[in-house]
């Protein structure tokens, strides 16, 4: 078990790549702290998973974009569990939508969400992992958007680069507190947030077939990522960026 008897707190842990992180950090060994927004019902779900798993859970409903969910998330875990040992930061949104005319509300939702709930989020864990003076890891879910761009994406992609660009300057802030940031940039990964876009028959076979993989990612392929990058295993990893995308990217010609 690659997190044996750890604590892993994970942000937007109701669906997707979040809910795949936490019962992955759960089959792994880790008991687990799952923050949500308003989705009790299948909050409860991923707490059934995880103890189904012989681990303990525990759900702090919260909006990421907000500055004092991040210290109460942690707050809540350290009460429950007593420490931090690993931190995923997952939460965040899409809401696609045309350059020309893009909302201001919706760059707004969009940068809060994904990139400020990031930075406060990552900053609480990483205050409670220097206090107990144990080290810890960060990993927070980018995206393949971090490197290339999206027509209907011009708010979205910005945030992930951000993301990205965040795990590595922390590295470097926190490396002296033997805490390791690492990010993950997942390609198109069949979940929620991209459900309506990959409805259309022919735009999914497009996606499936610029993968050389032939296939769109699941959640789990995400999060076993994760599980290595939280683990021992990758002692001597900070400030990396792993692509997980099928060989999309490397797929130009």
């Given at each position: 078990?690659?997190?044996?008897?750890?604590?892993?707190?994970?942000?937007?842990?109701?669906?997707?790549?979040?809910?795949?992180?936490?019962?992955?950090?759960?089959?792994?060994?880790?008991?687990?702290?799952?923050?949500?927004?308003?989705?009790?019902?299948?909050?409860?779900?991923?707490?059934?998973?995880?103890?189904?798993?012989?681990?303990?859970?525990?759900?702090?409903?919260?909006?990421?974009?907000?500055?004092?969910?991040?210290?109460?998330?942690?707050?809540?875990?350290?009460?429950?569990?007593?420490?931090?040992?690993?931190?995923?930061?997952?939460?965040?949104?899409?809401?696609?939508?045309?350059?020309?005319?893009?909302?201001?509300?919706?760059?707004?939702?969009?940068?809060?969400?994904?990139?400020?709930?990031?930075?406060?989020?990552?900053?609480?864990?990483?205050?409670?992992?220097?206090?107990?003076?144990?080290?810890?890891?960060?990993?927070?879910?980018?995206?393949?958007s971090a490197l290339v761009g999206g027509e209907m994406q011009t708010h979205y992609t910005p945030t992930k680069a951000g993301v990205h660009s965040l795990m590595q300057?922390?590295?470097?802030a926190l490396g002296k507190h033997g805490i390791r940031c690492n990010s993950v940039l997942p390609g198109t990964i069949a979940t929620d947030i991209n459900k309506d876009d990959l409805a259309d028959p022919k735009k999914?076979?497009?996606?499936?077939?610029?993968?050389?993989?032939?296939?769109?990612?699941?959640?789990?392929?995400?999060?076993?990522?994760?599980?290595?990058?939280?683990?021992?295993?990758?002692?001597?990893?900070?400030?990396?960026?792993?692509?997980?995308?099928?060989?999309?990217?490397?797929?130009?010609?």
């Open positions: 078990m690659l997190l044996e008897n750890k604590v892993v707190l994970v942000t937007g842990a109701s669906r997707g790549i979040g809910r795949a992180t936490a019962v992955e950090a759960a089959r792994q060994g880790a008991d687990v702290a799952i923050n949500t927004f308003r989705d009790d019902a299948v909050a409860a779900e991923v707490v059934a998973e995880i103890e189904a798993l012989g681990r303990k859970a525990i759900v702090f409903d919260a909006d990421v974009a907000l500055p004092e969910s991040a210290a109460g998330f942690v707050d809540a875990a350290v009460q429950a569990f007593g420490r931090v040992d690993v931190f995923v930061s997952n939460a965040g949104i899409c809401p696609f939508h045309a350059f020309l005319d893009m909302p201001v509300e919706t760059l707004r939702r969009t940068m809060e969400v994904n990139l400020h709930g990031a930075y406060f989020m990552t900053q609480a864990a990483a205050n409670q992992m220097v206090k107990q003076g144990q080290g810890g890891s960060i990993v927070a879910i980018s995206s393949i300057s922390c590295a470097v999914r076979e497009y996606m499936e077939g610029r993968i050389p993989l032939g296939r769109l990612g699941r959640p789990e392929d995400i999060a076993s990522v994760v599980a290595f990058l939280a683990s021992d295993m990758a002692g001597y990893m900070s400030g990396a960026a792993l692509l997980v995308d099928g060989g999309a990217f490397a797929n130009f010609q």
